[in-house]
């Protein structure tokens, strides 16, 4: 089954333990980002990446790191979390330009609590 | 840079009848995409609808339409003969692909709600 998968799917921990969210997707896609969603404010782009090895950083980038070093995987790091990090994170992948349909697949979700 | 605005933070419609979900979008871009999702209480992201800027014709996905147009720069969502289970959040989102990059951006979301 197609899928991008996340996890874990919650997460609470404490203020500047560092901590990974997971991402990997199995349909060979070359575009992956994250996303934060906190209310009224919508999905907010963290990063992206348009390939193995090429990230870039999206509207809301400080405090989060990420990397590529295979094609499925695409894990989110914090590396000091805080407060204002708790939010609800996706993880989205897609096709980017071998369809005329470039849609995004998201992951199920990780709601992220930091005390 | 980009934008989606969605002025309407919640709706509520009665079942059966259709109810229309507003977006704007600003972009200079000539090719971009434009997308709808539906977020349930459960939380996941469901994909409903796309259009690229340079179809000619509203897209149609079952009983969900987009009201492109391109002049106004407005991608309204049609939901038609409403389901209770059509209450949701539902998101406009914009893509654009150029100079070897993707970039997504989305709106603040829509609240509808379906009344028995």
């Known amino acids: 089954e197609a899928q991008v998968t996340q996890n874990p799917r919650y997460l609470i921990t404490v203020t500047g333990k560092k901590l990974t969210v997971t991402c990997s997707q199995n349909?060979?896609?070359?575009?992956m980002s994250w996303y934060r969603q906190d209310p009224g404010l919508g999905l907010r782009q963290i990063y992206y990446?348009?390939?193995?090895?090429?990230?870039d950083k999206g509207d809301v980038p400080e405090g989060y790191k990420v990397s590529r070093k295979e094609k499925r995987n695409f894990p989110l790091i914090l590396e000091s979390p805080s407060p204002n990090q708790t939010s609800l994170y996706f993880c989205?992948?897609?096709?980017?330009?071998?369809?005329?349909?470039?849609?995004?697949?998201f992951g199920s979700g990780t709601q992220l609590s930091v005390l | 840079a980009q934008k989606i605005t969605q002025t309407q933070p919640g709706m509520f419609v009665q079942e059966k009848e259709a109810v229309t979900l507003d977006c704007t979008y600003d972009?200079?871009?000539?090719?971009?995409?434009l997308f709808w999702y539906k977020q349930p209480s459960s939380g996941e992201m469901i994909f409903l609808i796309y259009?690229?800027?340079?179809?000619?014709q509203n897209a149609t996905e079952g009983r969900y339409s987009l009201n492109f147009q391109k002049a106004r720069k407005s991608a309204n969502l049609v939901i038609s003969a409403s389901q209770l289970g059509d209450s949701a959040m539902y998101f406009c989102?914009?893509?654009?692909?150029?100079?070897?990059?993707?970039?997504?951006?989305f709106g603040t979301g829509t609240k509808l709600q379906v009344i028995p």
């Open positions: 989205a992948s897609s096709p980017y330009g071998r369809s005329p349909d470039p849609r995004l697949f």
């Open positions: 349909m060979n896609h070359e575009y």
């Open positions: 990446s348009m390939n193995v090895e090429v990230t």
């Open positions: 972009t200079s871009d000539p090719s971009y995409g």
């Open positions: 259009q690229g800027s340079y179809d000619q």
């Open positions: 989102a914009m893509s654009l692909q150029s100079g070897g990059y993707q970039k997504v951006t």
